[in-house]
């Protein structure tokens, strides 16, 4: 079966209260023990505060892509359910649920939505899958003079009703709420299905020393040993029932205790409470309130310290406070009514919550019968043994089961049609959503639309965004352009299987990616049928965007919509092309070193995984993580991938210079040292430079020959390089040539150098290997990375550094001896395009980081 669990009851307000943490314990109890079912959560785009954190919570539960988030227009608060745009989010919710083409959607909160943008409905428009709710209470349906007072509220919770009558399953969390819904709602019996409940495996029985003790009862206010119960400040919690039998109970042995109330309440409540004390012949320091909330570290010191913990409502649908304390070991009393006897579990442990005799005299025992509180001590681990949220888990996957079993043979028999066709599905909701006899907007409309789009999923590809928006600006022909023309180039020619390869750019205007279909379009990849605008970019569930392209400046700017491209469920993946504008500042300009920064903490915070072009970078990367200031709720995947290195496939440029034979010619005389590369401070030309002015004087007789365009600041540098090509006939800058020139160039030269002072791949060195060239390469982690034993190395900064190492390699050179680049693994650039994708698409990760915990992926 296909169970989609509806867990807006996880982001509503009931995440802060009993309803949102059974929701979640029962959600991920049976993802546990799902077994070959497939289970799906969904959520609601509308609490996008809460998705992060629920989808870190089913780490290892659920995969990633089977966690949805659907999309609804937007809602206005308070305004019923006659309200348009809440009627059409009701249906476009059904439609997207149905989209994923579930055999059992659970709804862990039905009754929510009156005062949040809460959503839920049963058969408005999916009559075909089998729905299932749990049920926690009737409680306001049986009082409904106490609960029911305000109009609009009471219409809100009578539809509830009749849709909790729609629904297939009913999940009670106690026998009795079960068998309340038979008796008040007439709710065939064999719908329903007694669940229980169990306590989050932190409450447990804790030792804490006597300091501890006394540190935590000074927070609340608590100076003697002390009688606990919890509960809202409402009659059916029936706390001051509790106050008039706490003073009945005889003064001897109540002096010695004081009755702590853990309860939110107003100023007026507690007033009340203290005075209705008083009037029991309590002093005011007799009764302890909590004030504000009580985290759930604090409850499980208090229940584990309490003499006595007494539960004294009048109606619960389970009664989990009794249960909670019991597993932290306390001795527990409670009323005998609804459902609380289930869960106490103990015949003289409980009494009429009205009779504040019979009560007064159980606490009296409670606290005098030293027998009798230690039997029920060791009851309570008997008991809490009974209740487990597997067990829970399981009993409502064997509901889910029954209710599939029963369908299907309904099914054969023909009693039931086969699930809709996604076209069906389609026509269903703008049917439904044409007969809402109510008035609407055209706002509205194109809300709907949009919502309906994005929720659609039937014969739609996933989408891989590939930003491509700086090549879309301008080609300048750099490094990092030249990775993103031949990746980009490689995913449009064999798109990964299933997948749709979108190029997309950054409308800077903004701040909002759009297709980059006019940069296809001047792509010679055999492409049809692409628009001839930039539409905005559509993603939905499962889409995949990688940052391919470098665009620092406008990534931070651009944040709101990685976000919400991340809480729809899209994943975002950046490559890294190395850190060193935040390693080594100095060596780029102002501007660079400016917007690099808050770049790499951008994307470290919204992406789900960063992709590096070496493990070098990648090792870089985590060690600056774990220095860094990033907060995320959810881990951060790092992976790496190479660089393809055949330059047929990155659309090389053409193009020989008049003097080129003339250059060729020169190379060919003397050993050549070539330079590949922008002239900047980081690439070691000024070494290089000086290095080779110490062999020259020397009388070595040698070339050097530097390829690539002066950078950011070498001014001074490119002066005396320019002069001395000039002048000097053993030095050669050839700044801005072909990629088919500079293949002539390898071609003539005897050895690659490479003293760049840090990089992030080395690119290079492969080309160099391809074309057997030796290599002379500085001592760096990435070039041991890409090169192993195939090059020669250096260390040191000095010329003096260098030349020395020039002349050892010349000796070897002579010799024979120099290591061979031949036989150095490299890749093409469809190689490296095809591991990028199994990093992203197949989860080949390297590392993965969250802040003080670094695993191996």
């Given at each position: 079966m296909r169970i989609v669990l509806d867990l807006q009851g996880c982001q509503s307000v009931s995440r802060l209260r009993g309803i949102g943490r059974y929701s979640l314990?029962?959600?991920?109890?049976?993802?546990?023990?799902?077994g070959e079912h497939e289970v799906w959560v969904v959520l609601n785009n509308l609490f996008p505060d809460s998705i992060e954190e629920i989808r870190h919570t089913f780490d290892g539960l659920v995969p990633i892509d089977r966690i949805a988030v659907f999309s609804l227009p937007p809602i206005a608060l308070y305004q019923g359910s006659d309200d348009w745009r809440t009627r059409a989010a009701q249906l476009i919710r059904e439609y997207a649920i149905a989209e994923l083409e579930p055999d059992v959607v659970h709804i862990s909160s039905l009754f929510e939505g009156y005062v949040d943008v809460s959503v839920s409905t049963i058969k408005k428009l999916d009559t075909d899958t089998i729905n299932a709710v749990t049920l926690y209470d009737l409680i306001p349906y049986l009082n409904p003079a106490k609960y029911l007072t305000d109009a609009g509220f009471k219409k809100h919770y009578y539809e509830k009703i009749e849709a909790l009558k729609r629904a297939d399953v009913l999940l009670a969390i106690s026998a009795y709420c079960g068998e309340e819904a038979v008796r008040e709602l007439q709710i065939p019996r064999e719908r329903i299905t007694n669940i229980s409940s169990a306590v989050s495996e932190s409450f447990a029985r804790a030792t804490h020393s006597e300091l501890d003790i006394t540190v935590l009862r000074g927070r609340f206010g608590i100076s003697s040993p002390f009688v606990m119960t919890t509960g809202i400040v409402e009659p059916r919690k029936n706390l001051e029932g509790l106050i008039e039998a706490w003073g009945k109970v005889p003064f001897a042995v109540r002096k010695q205790y004081q009755l702590f109330m853990v309860c939110q309440a107003t100023e007026a409540n507690r007033t009340k409470l203290y005075d209705l004390a008083e009037a029991n012949g309590m002093a005011r320091e007799d009764l302890v309130l909590s004030s504000g909330?009580?985290?759930?570290?604090?409850?499980?010191?208090?229940?584990?310290?309490?003499?006595?913990?007494?539960?004294p409502s009048l109606h619960e649908g389970f009664g989990l406070p009794a249960l909670e304390a019991m597993a932290c070991g306390a001795a527990v009393i409670g009323s005998e009514a609804t459902s609380i006897p289930e869960v106490i579990g103990r015949e003289d442990a409980l009494f009429n919550p009205l009779d504040y005799e019979q009560m007064a005299a159980m606490i009296e025992r409670g606290l005098s019968d030293t027998e009798y509180w230690q039997s029920l001590r060791d009851h309570a681990a008997v008991q809490v043994s009974k209740f487990s949220w597997d067990a829970t888990g399981k009993r409502s996957l064997k509901a889910f089961e029954d209710a599939y079993a029963k369908r299907s043979e309904r099914m054969k028999n023909g009693t039931v049609r086969p699930l809709t066709s996604g076209e069906e599905r389609y026509r269903r909701v703008i049917e439904a959503l044409t007969q809402l006899d109510l008035a609407?907007?055209?706002?509205?409309?194109v809300a709907s639309a949009d919502a309906i789009a994005a929720n659609q999923r039937a014969g739609r590809r996933r989408q891989l965004f590939v930003d491509v928006s700086v090549l879309c600006d301008h080609d300048a022909k750099s490094g990092i352009q030249r990775v993103t023309r031949a990746i980009v180039?490689?995913?449009?020619?064999?798109?990964?299987?299933g997948w749709e390869v979108r190029p997309?750019?950054?409308d800077r205007s903004v701040m909002i990616y759009r297709y980059a279909n006019r940069f296809m379009q001047g792509l010679d990849v055999g492409l049809r049928g692409v628009d001839d605008e930039d539409e905005w970019v559509d993603?939905?569930?499962g889409d995949v965007f990688l940052g391919l392209d470098l665009v620092a400046d406008c990534v931070p700017p651009a944040e709101g919509w990685f976000a919400a491209q991340r809480r729809r469920g899209v994943k975002i993946y950046f490559v890294v092309y190395d850190l060193l504008p935040v390693l080594k500042p100095e060596w780029f300009p102002e501007v660079i070193a400016t917007v690099f920064p808050p770049w790499l903490k951008t994307i470290s915070t919204v992406s789900d995984g960063l992709i590096c072009i070496s493990r070098a970078v990648a090792d870089d990367l985590m060690m600056w993580l774990e220095a860094s200031s990033v907060e995320r709720v959810r881990e951060l995947k790092v992976?790496?991938?190479?660089l393809g290195a055949d330059i047929d496939s990155s659309q090389p440029s053409a193009g020989m210079p008049a003097t080129a034979p003339a250059v060729l010619a020169a190379l060919r005389e003397r050993p050549t040292f070539l330079m590949v590369g922008t002239v900047e401070p980081r690439k070691g030309h000024v070494q290089a430079f000086a290095a080779f002015e110490r062999l020259w004087a020397a009388g070595v007789d040698v070339n050097l020959v530097i390829v690539g365009k002066a950078g950011w600041g070498v001014n001074e540098l490119a002066d005396t390089l320019k002069q001395q090509a000039e002048s000097n006939d053993h030095f050669f800058w050839l700044e801005g040539i072909s990629d088919e020139f500079l293949q002539k160039v390898y071609e003539a030269s005897a050895c690659l150098l490479a003293p760049s002072l840090g990089e992030g791949f080395g690119l290079p060195l492969i080309e160099a290997a391809q074309k057997g060239l030796p290599i002379l390469a500085r001592e760096l982690p990435v070039f041991r990375e890409v090169a192993g034993d195939h090059a020669f190395y250096f260390t040191g900064y000095a010329d003096g550094d260098l030349s020395a190492a020039v002349e050892a390699w010349l000796l070897l050179y002579k010799e024979g001896r120099v290591p061979p680049s031949t036989g150095m693994a490299w890749m093409t650039w469809k190689q490296s395009a095809g591991q990028i994708g199994r990093?992203?698409?197949?989860?080949?990760?390297?590392?993965?980081?969250?802040?003080a915990r670094v695993t191996a992926a």
């Open positions: 314990a029962l959600a991920k109890a049976i993802a546990r023990n799902a909330y009580v985290s759930d570290e604090d409850l499980i010191g208090l229940y584990s310290s309490c003499h006595l913990f007494v539960f609407s907007t055209d706002i509205d409309l180039r490689q995913l449009l020619e064999q798109p990964p299987a997309v750019r950054l993603s939905q569930q992976g790496y991938f190479h990093v992203m698409l197949q989860g080949e990760w390297y590392l993965r980081w969250a802040k």
